[in-house]
């Protein structure tokens, strides 16, 4: 299967920047598009972006459009996740997920392996 591990969560101040990063491992020729998801406390996890395994596709949830972006090193295995202007409802524990498809989605149900996560947390 596919192990996915993420890392470069921490404590930021509102207005700051923040980069996240997943590195997939074992049968990672069955990790084609990859996603962040992020779900804080009380609410329900949701989309936060996604990409296709040539980069050529993303999405990005509205609430991140223009300050978040998505790229990946397919030689690394690994996934990221660049964070600018972050706001204190960007405070979430952020999750890396990858399917076998090769179709960037925004719907988790679509993704088959997830990393545990690794917490954000943006002060006002």
């Known amino acids: 299967q596919v192990q996915l591990v993420e890392s470069g969560g921490g404590l930021v101040q509102a207005g700051g920047s923040l980069s996240v990063s997943c590195a997939a491992s074992?049968?990672?020729?069955?990790?084609?598009?990859m996603g962040w998801f992020r779900q804080a406390p009380g609410k329900e996890r949701e989309f936060v972006a996604a990409i296709s395994r040539s980069a050529f596709t993303t999405y990005y949830a509205d609430s991140v459009k223009g300050r978040f972006t998505i790229s990946r090193d397919n030689a690394k295995n690994t996934v990221y996740l660049q964070m600018n202007s972050l706001k204190p409802e960007d405070t979430a524990v952020y999750y890396c997920?990858?399917?076998?498809?090769?179709?960037?989605?925004?719907?988790?149900?679509?993704?088959?392996?997830w990393g545990q996560g690794t917490q954000v947390t943006v002060s006002s």
């Open positions: 074992g049968r990672t020729y069955m990790s084609n598009a």
């Open positions: 997920t990858s399917r076998r498809q090769d179709v960037a989605s925004s719907s988790s149900d679509h993704y088959d392996y």
